[in-house]
């Protein structure tokens, strides 16, 4: 019965999956391999992305830019700062209903 549920749900698996590749990239960056941080933080986000996770979406989105920021990649780092930013602003406003205040609130971070 257990093999039913778990052969249904791959959402059991990729969450902690998701989760320690976040942190398995955090800690390439932390060591300077970039490359190697970059790696398993996108495959992080394409679970993310897989489930919809829309929190973590922009959670690593932010993480993949901060990396490229630190290997001189200005331009992406820019671009996943600009997404997760959108992301993140969207997310507040969908809480408050009010565009001006999600702004506000995420300026205010």
Known sequence: MIMQYIGTSTNI??????????????????????????????????????????KGIATLTS???????GMGNYA????????SLAIQVNLVYETTGDYPTALLLYRCR
């Open 76 to 83: 992406d780092a820019l671009e996943h700062y600009t997404t």
């Open 13 to 54: 698996l990729e969450q902690p999956i998701a989760r320690a590749l976040s942190s398995i990239g955090l800690v390439h960056y932390i060591n300077g391999q970039g490359p190697d941080a970059l790696s398993a933080l996108t495959r992080s986000l394409e679970i993310h992305r897989q489930h919809d996770n829309i």
């Open 63 to 69: 993480f993949v830019g901060i990396v490229d920021f």
